[in-house]
């Protein structure tokens, strides 16, 4: 019997932890801070231990991986050198969701000197999307086709039925990383040039897009497009970009709140303890009786800023609410969202991804082809976002437990060793890519 460790029992967790536990051949250890959050997780399950760890204690997280076969981390990215370190020492294979650092990178020789298997974003975005880009990509390659463009766009975001805030978004998980990626700078391949966006500028290089059933999105640029050229084998590709979907008025609000400057991790003495209103005074450098909203619509010249008012004034940036729990700007934000964007008990959200394809095939015509992916979560269940990042993660590690995955080193599923049976799996669970192709000429 093989034995799994999983590191963290978060939001995500349960889907894959539960489909590892219903495997009988697997026993599996969830191990939490919080250990209760690891009993829930494998209550009724035989086959399930719960122990508590804190990764900070070098020793215990140690003894933890030398008693198991696999180790998955779902902790925050920063912790998973410490546990990939360990793998290496214990000669442990190892899995995450997450994007594969320069840090994670660097232990390849040592991870196939060991002879293990590190495989990394195997979750949705990164996971889905590059087994689901490659499985079509492969194919046009073998039917003596080119890939000329290509566009890749993913967002987690409220059922259409349960979108019902002037946000358009909800969270079920912290948000501080989402406020915090509205800065980051983005670089994408588009018609043969390089297109490089400042932070900044993140949310005015955005454009709006219409998904079959269910509506018109934005779309903006999701970091670096750039090395999925090379990563994905595309090189007839004139474009490769990736984005990132929001509803509605979302970047236009980011865009506001990041020139105004709330979006700022340093401590501010006049955050914790004062008014909303009276701390939008001071970022704005005005007396708190002035016209905040004249005063924005001065300062940030869009064309629908009333509109962004409004939604900052539903966030409640012009009370006189005290803030609590906060000693700088972006962690206020952060909270406030958290409290107000927030899922009912019963609403679903919807993981949306669609990629698109302008091929060239051999005979010289060119086809549009997508694959778009829309999965909603089970009311009263589990989350979209937590069924589409831990069922892949848990599928490739019952292959790797069943020795179905023969290649070794620090990996993403971008092979067909990989992304065949994942995909053939995830379609029995009901997370189905539906792909279309028409003829452009």
């Not at 009988?24 to 209550?43: D, G, I, M, N, Y």
């Not at 990383?177 to 993140?202: H, M, Q, T, Y």
């Not at 219409?210 to 018109?216: A, F, R, S």
């Not at 092979?415 to 009901?430: F, G, H």
Request: charged share 25%; glycine share 8%.
């Amino acid at each position: 019997m093989k034995k799994i460790l999983v590191l963290g029992a978060g939001l995500v967790s349960r889907p894959g932890v539960h489909y590892l536990l219903n495997q009988p051949e697997l026993e599996v250890t969830v191990a939490s801070r919080t250990v209760s959050k690891a009993e829930e997780l494998v209550k009724g399950f035989p086959n399930g231990k719960a122990k508590q760890v804190n990764v900070e204690d070098h020793d215990a997280l140690a003894q933890l991986i030398k008693e198991n076969d696999i180790v998955i981390s779902l902790l925050p990215w920063i912790h998973h050198i410490k546990v990939a370190e360990l793998c290496v020492e214990f000669g442990k294979h190892m899995v995450t969701t997450s994007y594969v650092s320069p840090a994670m990178k660097e232990l390849d020789p040592k991870v196939k000197e060991k002879g293990l298997l590190f495989l990394n974003e195997i979750g949705v975005d990164p996971g889905i999307d590059h087994m689901s880009a490659m499985k079509i990509i492969n194919e046009v390659e073998n039917e003596g086709g080119k890939v000329l463009h290509f566009y890749s766009y993913c967002g987690g975001l409220p059922a259409p039925q349960h979108n019902d805030n002037p946000f358009g978004y909800k969270f079920s998980w912290s948000p501080r990383g989402v406020v915090l990626a509205s800065r980051n700078p983005a670089r994408f391949l588009e018609n043969g040039k390089i297109v490089e966006i400042d932070g900044k500028d993140l949310f005015r290089n955005y454009i709006v897009e219409e998904v079959d059933g269910i509506g018109k999105f934005e779309v903006y640029p999701n970091r670096d497009s750039v090395p999925y050229k090379d990563l994905y084998g595309l090189k007839d590709a004139l474009t490769v970009k990736r984005g990132t979907y929001r509803n509605l008025g979302w970047c236009d609000t980011f865009y506001v709140l990041n020139q105004l400057g709330f979006i700022d991790e340093t401590p501010r003495d006049f955050v914790n303890g004062n008014t909303y209103k009276n701390i939008t005074a001071k970022v704005l450098g005005v007396s708190p009786e002035s016209n905040l909203k004249d005063i924005i619509k001065d300062k940030v010249k869009i064309e629908k800023i009333d509109e962004v008012i409004y939604r900052l004034e539903w966030l409640g940036l012009f009370s006189d609410e005290v803030v609590q729990n906060a000693d700088n700007l972006l962690d206020m934000l952060s909270n406030r969202l958290q409290e107000k964007l927030v899922y009912k008990p019963g609403e679903v959200d919807m993981l949306l991804m669609k990629h698109t394809f302008i091929v060239e095939n051999k005979d010289g015509s060119l086809d549009r082809i997508t694959s778009t992916l829309i999965d909603f979560g089970i009311p009263y269940g589990d989350t979209s976002m937590a069924r589409t990042v831990s069922l892949p993660m848990a599928i490739a590690v019952k292959m790797i437990a069943n020795g179905q995955i023969k290649d070794v080193g620090v990996r993403i599923p971008n092979t067909k060793d990989i992304y065949e049976p994942v995909m053939a799996e995830l379609e029995k669970l009901n997370i189905k890519m539906v792909e279309k192709r028409e003829k452009i000429s």
